[in-house]
């Protein structure tokens, strides 16, 4: 069945950097775009960008340029989110989705969230 | 890109109905049929329910439902259960090649 695991909950201070991953089975890897998501706490859903995992190219919502960057590695089939010079504000749960090429908006699988919180 | 209106909480008493609307602009929800719909029940991942405005996964069941008019979609819950209290979101293509949500609908089962 298809799966999306990420790693577990992290505790950052302002500054450093995180990386979460989004590991992928059940299915081909490369035949599917992964995007990233972002909730702060209480708040609503934060579409952050994709990466095409055929190619690697990353395209960045507006507000999540610089500091941030995805990656991917097809041989463990796993996509990854990297935050930089971390902020209080980058308090969030970060999920990955599941989407089809071709921008259809049918994010079918999720990963179950990664909580990062940044604190001095 | 701002977010999609989405009123930020609405109600109903079990088996009654009730619609979540979301609303864009020219450039995401009335360019193109690609709007989605997710569900998120408390510190659980969001669940697509809906694609492409009126398309359900299989196991999704029929009591959801999705349109669209202009640069508005809904979604409709049919038959409203218990199991259905939760918050929901609304996700569109836009003419940039990105997507955005909605800002999220509480759903009460009084």
């Known amino acids: 069945q298809v799966q999306l695991v990420q790693s577990g909950s992290e505790l950052k201070k302002p500054g450093a950097s995180v990386a979460v991953s989004c590991k992928a089975s059940?299915?081909?890897?490369?035949?599917?775009?992964i995007n990233w998501m972002r909730q702060a706490p209480g708040q609503g859903l934060e579409w952050m960008g994709w990466?095409?995992?055929?190619?690697?190219?990353?395209t960045y919502a507006q507000g999540f340029t610089g500091r941030f960057v995805f990656s991917w590695d097809t041989s463990v089939s796993t996509a990854y989110l990297q935050i930089s010079s971390l902020k209080a504000e980058d308090t969030a749960v970060y999920y990955c989705?599941?989407?089809?090429?071709?921008?259809?908006?049918?994010?079918?699988?999720w990963g179950q969230g990664s909580l990062v919180t940044v604190s001095s | 890109q701002s977010a999609l209106t989405q009123p930020p909480s609405v109600s109903g008493s079990p088996g009654q109905s009730v619609t979540i609307s979301c609303t864009g602009t020219?450039?995401?929800?009335?360019?193109?049929?690609?709007v989605s719909w997710y569900q998120q029940p408390p510190d659980t991942a969001p669940k697509l329910l809906i694609y492409?405005?009126?398309n359900r996964p299989s196991g999704v069941p029929d009591r959801f439902s999705g349109s669209k008019s202009g640069n508005t979609a809904s979604l409709i819950i049919s038959g409203l259960q218990a199991e259905d209290e939760a918050d929901y979101y609304c996700?569109?293509?836009?003419?940039?090649?990105?997507?955005?949500f909605g800002t999220g609908t509480k759903v009460t089962v009084l």
């Open positions: 020219n450039s995401d929800v009335g360019a193109y049929d690609r």
């Open positions: 990466i095409n995992t055929k190619t690697g190219n990353p």
């Open positions: 492409e405005v009126s």
């Open positions: 989705g599941r989407d089809e090429y071709g921008g259809r908006s049918k994010l079918d699988y």
């Open positions: 059940g299915y081909t890897f490369t035949n599917y775009a």
């Open positions: 996700c569109s293509y836009t003419s940039s090649r990105t997507y955005v």
